[in-house]
């Protein structure tokens, strides 16, 4: 289904025809303030009237007013803030080059599932067992009957996995990079308890951890960083794209401990980094969603949206699982040919007024963050909507339904 979309407003797309439909993945997770907050478009006017471009050649007054207004908000050990790059995938691959540069190490570690980027050095090492000079661990590939159920033991063996890989390479691996939680790999929230393990073992063996928030960082959670919402208290980088200028302006950010080294805006950045118009939408965004307000607005709307997600799971056999915190979650669907598949989701649910995305048998929904909860509740009940259509057109075509 090919889907035109010609303008969009707060969290509504609209269509050639002018219907109407609701973003639930919120561009691809990085309008996370819906479609033209008049907030940042008026500070993007503004900007758009003095000047765009921003070289390495000079100093920006706002570039710097950005920095300090993030790193006062940031974990007390990060005191240097980059963002001299486009987005995630340039900004991973930054900080990755600082710390392998600076310790002289070569090895990077991180999870099986992961998705750091579309760069040639980040694509082409995603959900790869040792390959060539970077080594993985693989990810707990567990059956989540609900988030209650969990099973720690699987959790303890990753981080246990991970603390062997660490003594074994403390003398080669650059850095440790992994997401809060794993967005394309199927929405996994690991357990607090995970992220202690491994930042004390990290430590142990001084190696750097880059927590990559360039889908959970800025609000997304339910706290500004997605590392604090998972108990990862101390990162050594945090990287942050995707929702930092709210409204889907270009831009990523490396906030990190400057022990490790110094970036450079001439040596280590990008042509249209820290483009003005996109730090300028930045500046405002990290105003409005750092306020403490705002914050508790997304963990009510997140409990909101859970409860209605897990009330659909016990009235629906084809849903797994619900997954996810603030307004980041994941609804994994059964496998086989007698239940629906998220292709057939995704088209039902825009048949009926709802954008969704899916990965991993996962149906993404992210939606801007200053959805309201009567939005919540037309979003639930489309997916109710499609869960009856796409059961029962399973059932029918697998001979479990009669028709009629």
Sequence with gaps: MELYIERAKGVWLYGQNNEKYLDACAGTFNIILGHGEERVMDAVQEQLGKMVQYSSSWKSHLVEDFSANLLSISPKNLDSCFCKVTGGSTANEVAI?????????????LMEG???GNTIFLSNNQSVLNENNKIFVKMPKLSFPSMSSMNDSAWAKSAADLDFL??????????FIIEPIQGRGGNLVPPKSFFKTVSESASRYSIPIIADEVQVGVGRTGKF????????LQPDVIVLAKGITGCGFPLGVILYDSTYGKLESAKDGFTFGSNLVSVAAAKK????????????????????????????????NSLEDIRGIGLFFGIKLKSGKEFPSTERMIAVLAKNGVICRSSENVLKIRPPLVITLEQIDFLCKSLEVALNETERKTKLANGILAHG
């Design 97 to 109: 080059r600082m710390l392998a540069k600076n310790l002289n190490r070569k090895k990077v570690i």
């Design 114 to 116: 992961s998705h750091h």
């Design 166 to 175: 660490f003594k074994k390479h403390s003398k080669e691996a650059a850095c």
């Design 225 to 232: 960083f997605g590392s604090e919402a998972v108990g990862l």
């Design 285 to 316: 965004t990290v105003e409005i969603v750092s306020d403490p307000k705002f914050l508790q607005e997304i963990q009510f709307k997140g409990e909101y949206l859970r409860a209605k997600l897990e009330k659909l799971q016990l009235e629906h």
